[in-house]
Nanobody, 123 residues
Framework: VQLQASGGGLVQAGGSLRLSCAAS????????MAWFRQAPGKDREFVAA????????GYADSVNGRFTISRDNDKNTMTLQMNSLKPKDTAVYYC?????????????????WGQGTLVTVSS
């Protein structure tokens, strides 16, 4: 199983980035998917998630209204559109897969992880 996260980079505050997660060797539509992030010296935290069908999503309060998660089960991909970025959004962003319909905000419940992509937001 491989989850490949991409799309990170350096952006000014107020800007946008679009992260992607490509899954392989995985029956993608059997997994709920999520994005987490980890800033230096901090624990990994939940960002956004979607059920395996994509009909329900959830967001951390800190990103609600600014970020949008989506998935394409035909292409085995998930995206995170990030708008109105703030310096506090700076972190390594990870995609994760959890077998089953529902998503959860607890990292330990996820079965597979991508390698992470760095997002840096300058002030």
């Amino acid at each position: 199983v491989q989850l490949q996260a991409s799309g990170g980079g350096l952006v000014q505050a107020g800007g946008s980035l679009r992260l992607s997660c490509a899954a392989s060797e995985l029956t993608f539509n059997r997994y709920a998917m999520a994005w987490f992030r980890q800033a230096p010296g901090k624990d990994r935290e939940f960002v956004a998630a979607t059920t395996r069908t994509g009909d329900s999503t959830g967001y951390a309060d800190s990103v609600n209204g600014r970020f949008t998660i989506s998935r394409d089960n035909d292409k085995n991909t998930m995206t995170l559109q990030m708008n109105s970025l703030k310096p506090k959004d700076t972190a390594v962003y990870y995609c994760a897969a959890k077998y089953g319909m529902s998503w959860y905000g607890k990292p330990s419940l996820y079965d597979y992880w991508g390698q992470g992509t760095l997002v840096t937001v300058s002030s």
